[in-house]
């Protein structure tokens, strides 16, 4: 149980396209989804909060105008990265928690990952 | 949010007890102890959850004193596949807001054999 999935793995794009990667929870109700972002080397950099049905909450020096999330339902979360720049490469992996209804699941469980390279 | 220490890196030999221990002095009542593992372009993956006192799993051991400030994780007869990155988050999992934690350097465990 508490699998997460994204799509797609991997996605290379041209300056100034906008890419949008998909998050999943494919066996609970995710009430909460959050965005990290991780460059090589690094620990992973929480960007955004979002919560099923209402805005996310933008970590401090995210541009949310430039990193869209939706959270339309309690398994799809979606980041879209807009006019991506080559300094948008980076690896982008998302997490749920939540549960299954009247049950709370006591931690965050990853996605795979997505790996953006902007040309 | 409760800041974590951890080594940076570590190195140990196959068949070697491993333990990992992380400091969270500013701990909140509420914040649960949980501890990831983490490979190249891989997610964080799940390891050990704990509150108090220890928890045992099948894959490790986590042991917490009583003030709570710090916690070990204890990995046993580690193998070459245990070579990864190890992060400590604490968080309180009941937040309305959700299980908003904030990732550490993490610890770079080295595994040779």
């Known amino acids: 149980g508490a699998v997460v999935s994204q799509h797609p793995s991997w996605v290379i794009c041209k300056s100034g396209t906008s890419v949008k990667i998909e998050c999943r929870s494919l066996?609970?109700?995710?009430?909460?989804m959050f965005w990290y972002r991780q460059f090589p080397k690094q620990s992973l950099m929480l960007m955004a909060t979002?919560?099923?049905?209402?805005?996310?909450?933008?970590e401090q020096g995210v541009e949310k105008d430039k990193f869209l999330i939706n959270h339309a339902s309690l398994t799809l979360s979606t980041l879209t990265v807009t006019s991506a720049h080559p300094e948008d490469s980076s690896f982008y992996i998302c997490?749920?928690?939540?549960?299954?209804?009247?049950?709370?699941?006591?931690?965050?469980?990853f996605g795979p990952g997505t790996r953006l390279l902007v040309l | 949010l409760a800041k974590t220490t951890q080594p940076i890196s570590m190195d140990s030999y196959e068949g070697q007890e491993v333990n990992i221990t992380c400091s969270h002095n500013?701990?909140?009542?509420?914040?649960?102890i949980t501890w990831y593992q983490q490979f190249p372009s891989q997610g964080p993956r799940f390891i050990i959850q704990?509150?108090?006192t220890k928890v045992t799993n099948e894959v490790a051991s986590l042991f917490i004193p009583a003030d709570r400030k710090s916690s070990t994780l204890s990995l046993p007869r580690v193998s070459l596949s245990d070579t990864a990155v190890y992060y400590c988050?604490?968080?309180?999992?009941?937040?309305?807001?959700?299980?908003?934690?904030?990732f550490g350097a993490g610890t770079r465990l080295f595994v040779k054999a």
């Open positions: 988050l604490v968080g309180d999992p009941l937040n309305t807001g959700g299980f908003k934690t904030i």
């Open positions: 979002s919560n099923e049905g209402s805005k996310a909450t933008y």
């Open positions: 997490s749920a928690s939540g549960g299954p209804a009247g049950k709370i699941q006591e931690t965050q469980y």
């Open positions: 066996d609970f109700q995710a009430t909460t």
């Open positions: 704990g509150y108090k």
């Open positions: 500013n701990i909140a009542t509420n914040d649960y």
